[in-house]
């Protein structure tokens, strides 16, 4: 599992600060992956309702008035640059299950994903 949010800061616009457990800090613009996809981001597209952006402690993630939140994985590799490290099962259940036909642990190894 890697580090989650434990503090947020509204920089203005879609720009957000993001502090995490491991002491990681750094700034994320939120700006295309909310203006103009509709559904539960629209109210997003509203700074000031963007603006009251909240940690959920439970979650270790933000979260939004609206309750929209966003994978705390993803948070922090979009701050790092580093990729998600996702383990072959998972996803092979996901993305390859038909492909695969079973599941056979020697083939289980680990696979990079970048995030965003």
Known sequence: MLPRVIQV??????????????????????????VGRGGVFSPLENI??????????EAGTIVFPNEVDFCPDVLYSLVTGKPIRVL??????????ASLGRHDPTQWRQVERGGG
């Open 48 to 57: 000031t309702f963007f603006g009251q952006v909240k940690v959920d402690p």
């Open 9 to 34: 800061r509204h920089l203005g616009e879609y720009r957000l600060e993001l502090c995490f457990t491991d002491g990681t800090k750094g700034e994320i613009d939120f700006k295309e992956r909310v």
């Open 88 to 97: 072959a099962p998972a996803y092979n259940a996901i993305f390859r299950r």
